[in-house]
């Protein structure tokens, strides 16, 4: 249910945008309609008219609502995002259950964060995607298994090496490598 137009919250929040007001930043977001995007409220790109503009608390709420964050004031990668430890709890997640898909999805769920926000915190982070952080430790976990298949000797990196590289290029015709190579894409699906 839409608020009513003269709600005084509302009205508060108009205000602080009109008035660019940075203290607001992080207490609420606002998108447009019209162009489908979101912004913090001490952002510097041109005002849009009041009736085309919604409230949001926070913004995962405004990417549930299928707004996309404004590329000027960034409100995806707030002050509170750079201190945020989800990229860091993904990252463990990653590590402890690359090779074990079902508990890797359990534990995806219980971070209980719209996924693309997530892969772009991730992204923003270590500068990958979590799919291409998990298909790089996949292929070093298939590259060893390789070598102790093969009763190959680990004490060359050079070994390593070129398993890793057959490796690699027997995962990338296979499904697991089925996510796109975009960057941190808004479409793309947590890692599985
Ligand atoms: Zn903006």
């Not at 839409?2 to 207490?27: F, H």
């Not at 009041?50 to 004031?73: I, L, M, Y």
């Not at 402890?96 to 219980?110: A, M, P, Q, V």
Request: glycine residues 4%; positive net charge.
């Amino acid at each position: 249910m839409r608020r009513n137009a003269t709600d005084p919250i509302d009205q508060q929040k108009w205000d602080a945008i009109l008035q660019g007001d940075e203290s607001q930043d992080d207490r609420f977001f606002y998108g447009v309609r019209t162009t489908g995007v979101y912004c913090r409220p001490s952002c510097k790109s041109k005002l849009p008219l009041r009736k085309n503009v919604e409230f949001f608390d926070s913004a995962e709420q405004a990417e549930e609502k299928g707004f996309r964050p404004c590329k000027r004031c960034k409100p995806d990668l707030s002050e509170f995002d750079r201190a945020n430890p989800l990229p860091d709890q993904l990252k463990k997640i990653c590590d402890l259950y690359f090779d074990d898909r079902s508990r890797l999805s359990i534990e995806l769920e219980r971070l209980d964060i719209h996924q693309n926000r997530l892969i772009r915190l991730f992204h923003q982070k270590y500068h990958t995607t979590p799919t291409k952080y998990l298909n790089g430790l996949r292929v070093v976990k298939a590259a060893i298994n390789l070598l102790k298949q093969t009763g190959a000797c680990c004490r060359s990196l050079q070994n390593v090496g070129s398993a890793a590289s057959r490796v690699s290029i027997a995962l990338s015709s296979s499904n697991m490598d089925r996510h796109r190579s975009n960057t941190a894409g808004r479409d793309q699906k947590l890692p599985s």
